[in-house]
């Protein structure tokens, strides 16, 4: 059975006493979470021994880094190694985010690199794919996310990919308030696992989870996760706010 997970990303947000409070409001709060379920917490650098220490002996409740570097160590000032996050006993980081793509210019070659180096020191890349608005108004997704997929992953061994969690988040629907229809989502989302099936057979396809990111809520989140092939989601704004994450959580099949 695959893993379901909800995953807040709080990007750039929240002092740490305001991102206290707010994992404090949420562990308050009863959530379900089933043995198959995760709950992860992508807080910003300076939080995560903090939040770590918060989510100390709950169950399938982990903390995330958002990003991390290509290279184990070295002269990469202001960089932040897997090396580092492993000593925090941080299990999970983000790649390839659309706004890094976009701001800070990562390659889909250097997201390979990010990749590697997370399977190489037991940290689970949460990998980050999707497409602008004007490439959904062309009808490109399909091959733009295929694209994405066989740069940044088609390199790695059956054993590999399936350690390995997608985010599929269209860009157009990413603070914007538009969501992709459950429809639109789950069309695309089973398009991903087709593309990993063609590559690595459909068992292993149906090993990975993939997320869907983009506007997600408490009030759609039912409906998106229900799809078939639709593991729980990526969350930014929504997670930023107690009850509507907690019912996100709740909202995983």
């Given at each position: ?27 308050a709060i009863p ?213 509507e994450f907690v ?7």
């Open positions: 059975m695959r893993k379901q997970i909800a995953a807040a990303n709080w990007k750039m947000n929240l002092t740490l006493q305001k991102g206290e409070e707010l994992l404090d409001a949420i562990l959530q379900e979470l089933k043995t198959n379920q995760a709950a992860i917490f992508a807080v910003p650098f300076p939080y995560l021994a903090m939040a770590k220490q918060k989510v100390a002996g709950k169950q399938n409740v982990f903390i995330a880094a958002q990003n991390c570097y290509s290279k184990l160590n070295g002269a990469y000032t202001g960089e932040t190694s897997v090396e580092m996050l492993q000593s925090l006993g941080i299990q999970y980081v983000i790649i390839g985010h659309s706004e890094r793509r976009e701001y800070f210019n990562e390659s889909n070659q250097l997201l390979a690199e990010k990749v590697n180096i997370c399977l190489e020191n037991n940290i689970t890349p949460i990998f980050c794919c999707g497409e602008a608005l004007e490439i959904r108004e062309a009808n490109g997704q399909n091959a733009f996310v295929a694209n994405q997929l066989e740069q940044s992953l088609f390199h790695l061994s059956a054993e590999e990919i399936v350690k390995v969690v997608i985010a599929y988040e269209p860009i157009w629907a990413i603070g914007t308030g538009k969501t992709a229809t459950s429809n639109q989502a789950q069309e695309i989302h089973a398009f991903i696992r087709a593309e990993f099936a063609a590559k690595y057979g459909e068992a292993i396809a149906n090993n990975i989870s993939i997320l869907y990111g983009g506007s997600v809520k408490a009030n759609n989140a039912v409906e998106l996760f229900s799809q078939p092939d639709v593991d729980g989601g990526l969350v930014g704004g929504a997670s930023l706010n107690a009850t019912a996100i959580i709740n909202a995983l099949k």
